[in-house]
């Protein structure tokens, strides 16, 4: 497995244009390539809850690409649904590079997709030692090949959190398309 591991910090547009511009030509880019390539796409999702899946299956034409989709905001639906052990995650944290790295692998396991994300993290306050902002994504594929990014947003809102998280998740897809 080839881990690559990328910081994000709140701000700017590094994710690709704006959020509600940027998401859904970087949604049509993601499916076209993916479409090319002759894959299928899977997400497995926590804090996001089912917006990325949403976002790709807007578009006409999806089914081709778009496998299916986990959400999986609860611990329990984490373990049920992608095979992630209990253990683990409370040894590493629910939102950690370790359980994003298990969710993405999880989703490959759980479908016949060929590359898979899994988006993880505090999209608003949580506990008072968990950083508002904090997510980390996955990305898989077949090959083997496991990519990752941690972001920091900050404390920016739930909703702006969510956005950028799923831009940074097309443009990692994206990119393990390539």
């Known amino acids: ?30 499916l076209e390539r993916a479409t090319e390539r002759g894959w299928s796409i899977v997400t497995a999702e926590s804090c996001t809850g089912g917006q990325l899946a949403s976002l790709l299956t807007d578009i006409e034409g999806a089914s081709g690409a778009f496998e299916r989709g986990f ?19 409370t040894q590493c944290g629910v939102v950690s590079r370790e359980t994003a790295i298990a969710m993405a692998e999880g989703a490959l396991t759980h479908s016949h997709g060929d590359v898979a994300i899994g988006i993880t993290g505090f999209a608003g306050p949580a506990g008072p030692d968990d950083e508002p902002g904090l997510v980390h994504i996955a990305c898989a594929t077949r090959s083997g090949e496991t990519r990752h990014r941690e972001c920091h947003f900050g404390d920016i809102g739930r909703d702006p ?10 443009e990692m897809l994206d990119a393990a398309m390539e």
């Open 71 to 89: 959400v999986v905001y609860s611990e329990v639906a984490k373990c049920e649904l992608l095979g992630l052990e209990q253990r683990r995650i």
């Open 161 to 170: 959190v969510r956005d950028r998280s799923v831009l940074i998740a097309l």
């Open 1 to 30: 497995m080839e881990s690559e591991t990328g910081k994000s910090e709140a701000g700017g547009s590094e994710a690709g244009g704006s959020e509600a511009g940027g998401s859904a030509g970087r949604a049509r880019r993601v």
